[in-house]
């Protein structure tokens, strides 16, 4: 009988303390979890990739405050594709965007690209539990869209990134990628 009532009180003992742990992890992360400095690899999948391959990425992402709440995400990436195995082509791309806070919190608006018919495209970033997205869309002269996005996910020791590029309603190429969290 000792040992029926134990279990049952060790059982409601853990129900009572997890219903205060659940609810803190399932809030959504505020800009300030994610400002720092990560680096680190991933492997770009395209359509392609059963022909050509999977090439890598080196990536490093900065995420600062900005005026008014908002914040600041800058990213480089350096392509290793085309060329050979032993001399491939490198190219490096960067791009900063800032945010402004939008309705509720959790969404947020891109100051400087609002135009989805210019080059620069619209972006907006959206804060959901402990993944910062921010997506970045264009519309063609044609109709079509391209619709990037780049959810970054607060992880043990940095951050996991994952890219997704989608043109016209088909997916042309993923990113996966694992970011360590660098000393300032």
Known sequence: MKSIFRSLF????????????????AQDATPK???????GTGIARSKDSFYFGITMRDLDVEIRPADGGGFTVKWTTVLRQGGTPENPDVRKK???LTFAPAEGG???KGVERTDPY?????AWARINKRTLTVYIMTISGNGKYNLQSYARTISGRGMDLEFTRI???????SV???LVKQAE
């Open 10 to 25: 060790a059982a409601a003992f853990l129900a009572g303390a997890l219903s205060f742990v659940v609810p803190a992890q």
């Open 33 to 39: 979890a994610f400002y720092g400095v990560y680096s």
């Open 94 to 96: 960067g791009t900063t």
């Open 106 to 108: 959790k969404l947020f």
């Open 118 to 122: 210019s080059e620069e495209g619209l």
């Open 167 to 173: 043109k016209g309603g088909e997916t042309t190429r």
């Open 176 to 178: 996966k990628a694992k």
